[in-house]
Each structure stands twice: as structure tokens, then as C-alpha cells.
């Protein structure tokens, strides 16, 4: 007896457990997104998440969005747009925290409101395509992201209406899309940015991820040192030198305490031989730590973002805001 109502029990739970594998099987087939693609949705004030379907990655993409009190307060204004790439491991745990620090300071008129956009950069996509075209990660961001964002909301969209900055593996994010594409953004920030040398290396950087830079080279760039150059800042200051001399805006920060300063300096060294004008912060008592950096940046910090956001029109479009896209929310 007791025999006969196990056998019934372990049927019942095979045949539960087929349905939900067949749910799941389902859901796949209209879903076919990766989930690395779409994070959970983050609860923070004003900040969202939206979610776009991408040709590139073949499936739905995430992004949150920090809108300002007065985006909603003044409907006719239009906002320039920070896009804050995150650094190695994913920026959605950070989030709350960076979302903060962008409100208290725009409520404390330290700095002028803008849409502050979160990518999706995946835990270790280092905002390039991979060499073997699995994750297309710049394609996503440069082709789709920008565009959706500029349909969706209220932008400036124009290169003097956007910024982009990252920390750690986000501000190398920005270091190569800002220079390889100087005619979408009008300012560039680096914070704590790596890697920022000639050649990737596992022995050069925070010495718990040398493993993992280890896997990186080899899902990122193919264990190919010339592809990791071909996309390195390096290359593209070289290449891109008179488009961005005069007309970008270029900030480098790092900490005298983080182990990325070197590099950085080095940096900062070989923009300067290519006479690309730029700031260089090198921050005492600062580690590897973004909101940290940016606090010891000081009143440097908002005079920074009030020079990049606040020349920028905000009444309406003008020059090349013509490509604006009807829809705008």
C-alpha cells in the first residue's frame, strides 16, 4: 500500500515537474533573450528600467534610467544624457548607491538634471565586441541603445548632449567609445579606468582578478593581443587625435592609491604627445572605489559636469538634434 501511493506521489511530481520544464520550454521559444542581457529591475527613486528588443543580441536588452524630479515637472524641456557604464562584475548591486549620489546632487543644484542611462554591459563584456561576435556588446550600445533612448525620451540628441563616463572596466568602456565615436558624445570621463595599458595583462590590475582577466582575454578578445590592441584607447587617441582635439571634452581621474594609476598615468602621458587637451585628476587618499573618487574630487567634480551639461540646449533641438525620432516620452 504505502509502495503503491509512493509510486503515485513520485507521478504526480514527474508530471509537475514535465509541465514546468514544457513552461520553461515555452517561455524560451518567445524569450530567447540571454538572461545576461536582462538584469532584475533595480528599486531605486526616479530611476527605471526598460527593456528594448535588439537585432544584434537577438532578444530583449535592459537598461535603467534616472530621471529628474523636473523631467516630469517641465514637459517641454529636453535633457542631456550621462550614459554611466559599470565596471567588471555588473553595476546592478551599485545602483541604488550611484543613483543617489546623481539625485542629492542635482536636487542640491550642484549640477544640472540630466537622464543618467545604465547599460547593461554584462559582468565582464569590457563594453567591446567579443572576436568571435557572441556578445556585441558595442553594436548593442552604439547602434541600438543611444537611438532607443533618443526615441523614448526627452535627450538632446546630439553630441553636445551627451556624456559618457565609467568606472574601472566602465571607464575603459568609455575611453573606447567616446574616442571611436567622438561625433555621439560630447565629453568623455574616466574614473579609475582599466585596463588602460598597451598589452592585457593577468599580472596587472587588483591582484584578486587576475583569473579572471585571465578569462576575459580569452572570451573577450580571443587570447589575441593585437585584437585587444586594435580596440585599445590607445589606438583609437591615435586614430581619432584631430576629431577629438578641441572639440571633446576629456576627463581622467584615478585614485593615488589604486592599483590602475600606473597605466593611467601612461596614459594621460600619450593623450598629451598626441595634443588631445584634457584634465587629470590624481586623487589623494582614493582607492579603487568609484563614489569615493568621485567624492574626493570635490568641487572639481561639479564644475566638470556643469561645464558638459549646462552648455548643452535644453529649450529644443538645434544643429545636428535634427536627427531627433518622433515618440520622444
Request: net charge neutral.
Amino acid at each position: 500500500m504505502a509502495f503503491d501511493i509512493g509510486r503515485k506521489i513520485l507521478r504526480i511530481v514527474m508530471a509537475g515537474a514535465l509541465v514546468f520544464c514544457c513552461s520553461l520550454a515555452g517561455y524560451a521559444a518567445q524569450h530567447p533573450s540571454s538572461p545576461e542581457w536582462v538584469t532584475p529591475a533595480v528599486g531605486a527613486p526616479h530611476l527605471i528600467q526598460r527593456v528594448f528588443r535588439s537585432a544584434a543580441a537577438k532578444g530583449d536588452v535592459s537598461y535603467h534610467i534616472y530621471v529628474p524630479d523636473s523631467y516630469e515637472a517641465d514637459p517641454a524641456r529636453r535633457f542631456p544624457v550621462i550614459y554611466w557604464l559599470h565596471g567588471h562584475g555588473g553595476g546592478v548591486q551599485a545602483l541604488p548607491h550611484v543613483v543617489e549620489y546623481f539625485d542629492r546632487a542635482m536636487r542640491e543644484g550642484k549640477m544640472p538634471p540630466a537622464l543618467v542611462v545604465f547599460p547593461n554591459g554584462m559582468p565582464e563584456s569590457m563594453w567591446c565586441n567579443s572576436k568571435d561576435g557572441a556578445v556585441p556588446m558595442e553594436t548593442v550600445v552604439i547602434d541600438e541603445l543611444v537611438p532607443q533612448v533618443d526615441a523614448a525620451w526627452r535627450t538632446i540628441p546630439s553630441r553636445a548632449g551627451r556624456l559618457i563616463e565609467g568606472f574601472s572596466m566602465g571607464g575603459y568602456g568609455a575611453a573606447r567609445l567616446g574616442m571611436k565615436y567622438p561625433e555621439l558624445f560630447g565629453a568623455i570621463s574616466l574614473l579609475g579606468a582599466g585596463p588602460m595599458q598597451r598589452e592585457f595583462l593577468a599580472s596587472v590590475g587588483p591582484g584578486n582578478l587576475a583569473a579572471d582577466r585571465a578569462r576575459i582575454l580569452e572570451r573577450v578578445y580571443g587570447g589575441d593581443q593585437a585584437y585587444f590592441q586594435a580596440l585599445s584607447p590607445w589606438v583609437l587617441a591615435e586614430q581619432q587625435a584631430d576629431a577629438l582635439r578641441g572639440r571633446t571634452r576629456l576627463r581622467i581621474a584615478v585614485g593615488d592609491q589604486d592599483v590602475m594609476q600606473g597605466p593611467n598615468q601612461a596614459f594621460v602621458a600619450h593623450v598629451s604627445r598626441l595634443r588631445i587637451p584634457h584634465t587629470f585628476h590624481l586623487v589623494p587618499n582614493a582607492a579603487h572605489q568609484p563614489l569615493r573618487l568621485l567624492q574626493a574630487l570635490g568641487d572639481a567634480n561639479w564644475e566638470f559636469y556643469r561645464a558638459v551639461l549646462g552648455g548643452a540646449s535644453a529649450s529644443g533641438p538645434t544643429g545636428d538634434a535634427a536627427i531627433l525620432r518622433s515618440g520622444g516620452r
